[in-house]
């Protein structure tokens, strides 16, 4: 069982950057996939980034490609997202999830568990 507790939300303005990080508990940390997830209102969850146990391996959702960057600190059982150039359109609940696999896939139904999310409103 791994519980994920996301923080680093907040209020923005647009060109703004902001940096979440999620905390994990639990031992195996280190061999999860894990992931980001947003899901804004009206809409979908959609897929952010994910990174894969080593780090080594990474996945951007087009919509993020070159603004922002997944990393992970194994040691510190973190994992965090450095969201620069932010636009009013990344406004929503950002989620943290991990996954059992080794793969860095982009669809949710992969990851076995979430955080309860953190929310970014990036003002125009």
């Known amino acids: 069982q791994v519980q994920l507790v996301e923080s680093g939300g907040g209020l923005v303005q647009a060109g703004g950057c902001l940096r979440l990080?999620?905390?994990?508990?639990?031992?195996?940390?280190?061999?999860?996939?894990m992931g980001w997830f947003r899901q804004a209102p009206g809409k979908e969850r959609e897929f952010v980034a994910a990174?894969?146990?080593?780090?080594?391996?990474?996945r951007y959702a087009d919509s993020v490609k070159g603004r922002f960057t997944i990393s992970r600190d194994n040691a510190k059982n973190t994992v965090y997202l450095q969201m620069n150039s932010l636009e009013p359109e990344d406004t929503a609940v950002y989620y943290c999830?991990?996954?059992?696999?080794?793969?860095?896939?982009?669809?949710?139904?992969?990851?076995?568990?979430w955080g309860q999310g953190t929310q970014v409103t990036v003002s125009s």
């Open positions: 999830a991990a996954d059992r696999g080794t793969r860095t896939y982009s669809g949710s139904s992969y990851y076995d568990y």
């Open positions: 990080s999620c905390a994990a508990s639990g031992r195996t940390f280190s061999s999860y996939t």
């Open positions: 990174i894969n146990w080593s780090g080594d391996n990474t």
